[in-house]
């Protein structure tokens, strides 16, 4: 009698992908390369799973301290924001806004993503993803 199994070693792989993560190229309104690489980890990453619970834990700590008679606002782009910062593992070079060089650091990454609405749908469409993390 043979024993019957399902071979789990592809997903393992894939977790682990997702833990080394992965580096995009950023590319303006053509589709063409603007000189800015983001790299980023996977959604079953622990560092993705920790922003995630970090980030609910800090909205939920905001909404507990407005007066119940603030108006509700929706944060989903907030938190979204705040979860993909935390995620981003490093981009190069330094981005340069209005003359200022932008070091790497998670709030300034979180200020990059709020302002240029494209470049966080780019590492939010990738970062999404599980099969972004799929080796070819």
């Given at each position: ?97 209005g003359g200022q060089v ?35």
């Amino acid at each position: 009698m043979s024993a019957e199994f399902a071979d789990l070693s592809g997903l393992e792989s894939l977790i682990q992908s997702q833990e080394e993560g992965i580096e995009i190229e950023i590319l303006n309104e053509k589709g063409e390369p603007i000189g800015l690489k983001i790299g980023f980890v996977g959604p079953d990453s622990d560092r993705m799973q920790k922003a995630m619970r970090d980030v609910a834990a800090e909205f939920a700590k905001k909404a507990a301290e407005r007066s119940s008679l603030d108006a509700a606002t929706d944060d989903s782009d907030d938190r979204m924001i705040a979860i993909l910062a935390k995620s981003t593992t490093h981009w190069s070079p330094n981005p340069k806004i209005g003359g200022q060089v932008i070091p790497f650091s998670e709030e300034n990454v979180r200020n990059l993503y709020a302002k240029f609405r494209i470049i966080r749908d780019q590492v939010e469409a990738r970062a999404v993803r599980r099969s972004s993390f799929t080796k070819s």
